[in-house]
């Protein structure tokens, strides 16, 4: 990672307090009394932490959890901070960011239900790994495999909610920590009626994110007349729609009467297994992300 984006502000509290295990009030009390890290600030005045920052507090929480005082270690440049925790005890084991081995202590994790663990090796996985190659190398091969541990008889139901929920909140905060471009660029994401499944919908929103759009997100099982009042509400130029489970026929109508209703100017974008044999007469049909990409990047 280079130093421009290693101290480029992009997480919020709240990402942050998830990437380190501090809670927001410590957060606040480092740095109004100790001044552990000075964040940047949004034009709302709401914290940005960049990836040094983040860095900083992790090896300020590692000598607070071993015994220091946070009064005593704040004034210390990180170098003198990784010293005095080499001396302390032996180095933690690093995570590896290759994707299997994040996709199979992941995996491996959820099945103890270690959350706290799984939780906090995806989040150090996503500040270590570019955000397209965690979405795409990371967090969708973790989807792919649990669909198949889960048919598999490998995983129960509980092992599925709990990893969702860890994704489903990881993902939301890494979209949320892209700045939200002008609204003449603005992008509805959402799945028809009936359509519960939400990881592609969220892995769309972040992608889009990424490419500088401002994002929509309606989220799950919406009306038809729901999503086009959305689009047309707030003047949207591009709607995209996720149908993975839902059944084909009822994919097929939601997805008819949307593109019906939706006017000509907003573009129209759907994706997933059930939305394959609808037949679109002006929207188009992708089968994976980097399909997506083509699109956003014309």
Same mark, same amino acid.
């Given at each position: ?39 940047? #600030?949004?034009? +709302? /005045? ?7 920052? !983040?860095?900083?507090?992790? *090896?300020?929480?590692? =000598? @607070? ?83 198949? #541990?889960?048919? +598999? /008889? ?6 599925e909610? !709990?990893?969702?929920?860890? *994704?489903?909140?990881? =993902? @939301?905060?890494?979209?949320?920590m ?34 500088g ?9 919406l ?6 009042y ?39 974008? !759907?994706g ?27």
């Amino acid at each position: 990672m280079s130093d421009d984006v290693k101290d480029s502000p992009r997480y919020r509290v709240g990402m942050v307090a998830r990437l380190t295990g501090l809670s927001t009030h410590t957060l606040r009390m480092w740095e109004k009394r100790h001044q552990a890290v000075v964040p940047a #600030r949004t034009p +709302a /005045g709401g914290r940005l932490y960049s990836d040094a920052d !983040v860095e900083r507090l992790m *090896l300020l929480k590692r =000598l @607070v959890d071993g015994g220091h005082s946070i009064g005593s270690i704040s004034p210390l440049e990180n170098e003198e901070l990784k010293r005095t925790l080499a001396v302390q005890r032996p180095p933690e084991p690093r995570i590896q960011a290759a994707p299997t081995d994040v996709r199979d202590r992941f995996l491996a994790a959820i099945a103890d239900l270690d959350a706290h663990g799984a939780e906090q090796l995806l989040a150090r996985a996503a500040v270590a790994l570019e955000p397209r190659a965690f979405l795409l190398d990371v967090v969708r091969p973790i989807l792919d495999e649990m669909g198949r #541990r889960y048919e +598999a /008889g490998q995983l129960r139901i509980v092992h599925e909610h !709990v990893a969702s929920a860890i *994704l489903r909140n990881l =993902l @939301v905060s890494l979209t949320r920590m892209f700045p939200r471009s002008s609204r003449e660029r603005t992008a509805i994401i959402a799945t028809p009626a009936g359509e519960r499944h939400e990881f592609g919908a969220l892995m769309v929103a972040m992608l889009v994110a990424m490419k500088g759009w401002h994002i929509l997100y309606l989220g799950t099982d919406l009306p038809a007349q729901e999503i086009v009042y959305a689009a047309e509400k707030s003047e949207a130029s591009l709607l995209l729609l996720s149908a993975v489970r839902l059944d084909s026929d009822v994919a097929t109508s939601e997805i008819t009467e949307i593109e019906t209703a939706l006017p000509s100017q907003i573009d129209l974008v !759907v994706g997933g297994a059930a939305a394959a044999a609808a037949p679109l007469t002006r929207g188009r049909y992708i089968d994976d992300l980097g399909s997506l990409e083509a699109i956003l990047g014309r």
